[in-house]
């Protein structure tokens, strides 16, 4: 490994100044370097800091948790064979694609998983397309059937402007795979017999040691209205359980999905309360109060207006059923001066790519770590509230008299929730993940 060195233009976030920012990151020598300056395959082990006080993060240092997001996300959404540029075709298979969902990792009856590489079960219903298509059977990211309709805290389902229900995945790489297969993590049983501290491994720049990454995405079945060309896409089987209460009938059909939103989780020697960060396609929502010029967004209707805002839909909910009504969907927790100033920086480079590379259509809504990573458990995260409009579409926050507020405890912090993650089987806690509740 090598150090190599970085200098950006960018908007700082403390004070909206412009300032030079300079950003140090670890390549790795088998990646491969894009000839756009500031794009990379080389995915970062951790945050670079300019502080030299790397226990104390404080606030104002927001640039450089972005960088490190942005280059996450350009890193993960390569090619997996790490061929040509991001987005040089246009669209392009990604990294975290590759990986392994949680359904395939936790199994019925508590099974062990597969080996890394291997593919996964297939419900009969979906055998003609099996290991032709990415196969998506959740529409909320929390275990079990029925709640797998709900986003957090069991709100209900996020349904686009055509009457289609979100579908979700939630991926681990390799080093978080191998942690929970060898301590046997798959297992309810088997967790009972565990005896230490769920200690997911951390990346650290010096060792050059990968840490634990785990990725939440959000999907949409594209249909009328939607722009392919702008969106990542990928065919898949949308496979809907059948359930008694309520009947649900089990379906399942091949449909072009569009990534929407995407959750990036990555466990480091800097942050060991994780660093979170969050990318959504451009034309989901309008921010509130600041209008709504977006000829097409997938998740607000411009006649409705801002009328009964971020309300998850009325039961039964049945991804079956046709021609529901689209959730009315606002964006509470506007994107910081400097943020948005980095997504327009890398917008652009991935455009000089190719004018019409997908990936320019993807923007950082936020990072958030903690400002305190040694006050255990939580280390006081920033920002305190953060949320993405695809996966916690109803917790965003609350609006009163005109104005966004939050309610802590109920408003979305990654940190603050994750925090709280256990397991079911010992009440442990899962360091910082809720996948670890799905072992039967």
């Not at 032709?132 to 069991?154: A, C, I, R, S, Y």
């Not at 229900?165 to 942690?179: H, S």
């Not at 990936?359 to 958030?368: A, M």
């Amino acid at each position: 490994m090598k150090l190599t060195k970085k200098i950006f233009a960018c908007l700082l976030a403390a004070g909206g100044s412009y300032a030079l920012l300079t950003s140090y990151i670890a390549v790795d020598s088998a990646a491969n370097p894009s000839k756009v300056s500031g794009l990379s395959a080389a995915l970062p082990y951790d945050v670079t800091l300019r502080k030299t006080q790397p226990r104390i993060l404080e606030t104002s240092i927001r640039a450089d948790f972005d960088l490190f997001s942005w280059e996450s996300f350009i890193a993960l959404n390569w090619s997996p064979d790490g061929k040509g540029t991001i987005g040089d075709k246009g669209d392009n298979n990604t990294v975290w694609e590759t990986w392994k969902e949680s359904y395939e990792v936790f199994l019925p009856d508590g099974k062990a998983p597969a080996p890394w590489g291997k593919g996964a079960f297939v419900p009969p219903a979906c055998a003609k397309g099996k290991g032709d298509f990415k196969f998506l059977q959740q529409v909320g990211k929390t275990p079990n059937v029925l709640d797998e309709m709900d986003q957090p805290f069991k709100t209900g389902p996020l349904i686009d402007q055509n009457g289609q229900y979100t579908r979700f995945e939630i991926l681990v790489n390799k080093e978080m795979f191998n942690y929970i297969d060898s301590a046997k993590l798959y297992s309810f049983d088997l967790q009972q017999k565990f005896k230490g501290i769920v200690d997911f491994p951390e990346g650290n720049i010096s060792t050059k040691n990968r840490g634990a990454i785990m990725v939440k995405a959000a999907w949409k079945i594209l249909g009328k209205g939607d722009d392919p060309s702008r969106f990542h896409t990928a065919k898949a089987l949308v496979y809907v359980p059948p359930t008694d209460d309520p009947v649900i009938h089990e379906t399942c059909y091949v449909a072009t999905v569009g990534l929407v939103g995407l959750h990036i989780g990555t466990k480091t020697n800097v942050c060991p309360q994780w660093i979170w960060s969050t990318f959504e396609q451009v034309d989901n929502v309008p921010a509130y109060g600041k209008g709504n010029s977006n000829p097409h967004y997938n998740y607000f209707n411009k006649k409705q207006g801002y009328a009964d805002i971020n309300n998850a839909p009325a039961r039964p909910w049945d991804p079956n059923i046709k021609g529901q009504k689209g959730s009315q969907i606002v964006r509470l927790n506007t994107i910081a001066q400097g943020t948005d100033s980095l997504n327009k920086i890398y917008q652009k480079r991935l455009k000089t790519v190719n004018p019409k590379s997908v990936w320019q259509y993807y923007e950082l809504v936020g990072t958030q770590w903690p400002v305190n990573p040694e006050q255990k458990p939580a280390g006081n995260p920033f920002p305190l509230f953060m949320a993405n409009t695809t996966l916690e579409s109803y917790i965003q926050g609350i609006v009163v008299d005109g104005k966004v507020d939050h309610v802590n405890g109920v408003s979305s912090s990654c940190i603050g929730c994750h925090n709280g993650a256990t397991m079911k089987s010992n009440g442990k806690a899962s360091d910082f993940t809720f996948l670890l509740e799905r072992a039967q």
